[in-house]
């Protein structure tokens, strides 16, 4: 049994490098441009301000946010993408994020500076379910991460 697993993984191992790097290639610009498209401003979304990132644009779930580790996050990835020269076209965006940020961590909240969560036109989220639950917690301390608000 064990010869027959190794047979097995022997053949399809080399396959798989070779499916990723073509898969990842295919769809790093569609990912891209989805990714993008959650950023405002937004032509579907004529409320999201520019810079600000949406958790989720679908009309089903009730995440149309902004999370602030999740923007920060986002772009990381894509600052990262541009001082590698990979993107010169994100430079807006970027100011447009900062821009924004700027603008936000500056609102009064209950939470001070470290609210973690801001709806889409950059006021303050006033709801109940804004902070993280208890699993979020326990994650970031198995992992000895910071937690962030």
């Given at each position: 049994m064990r010869l027959l697993l190794i047979l097995a993984a022997s053949f399809f191992v080399p396959c798989l490098a070779i499916n990723v790097d073509t898969y990842v290639s295919k769809e790093y610009p569609i990912a891209k441009a989805n990714l993008l498209a959650n950023i405002g401003p937004s032509v579907t979304h004529p409320q999201v301000k520019p810079g600000?990132?949406?958790?989720?644009?679908?009309?089903?779930?009730?995440?149309?946010?902004?999370?602030?580790r999740d923007s920060a996050l986002v772009?990381?990835?894509?600052?990262d993408e541009f001082t590698s020269g990979r993107d010169t076209s994100l430079e807006s965006?970027?100011?447009?994020?900062?821009?924004?940020q700027a603008r936000i961590q500056r609102l009064p909240t209950s939470a001070g500076l470290g609210e973690p969560k801001f709806y889409?036109?950059?006021?303050?989220y006033t709801g109940t379910s804004n902070r993280h639950s208890v699993m979020d917690l326990l994650f970031a301390l198995s992992y000895d991460a910071p937690i962030y608000g």
């Open positions: 600000v990132v949406v958790a989720s644009p679908s009309p089903y779930v009730d995440y149309f946010y902004s999370w602030t772009f990381k990835c894509l600052i965006l970027i100011k447009d994020y900062v821009a924004s889409v036109n950059e006021t303050v």
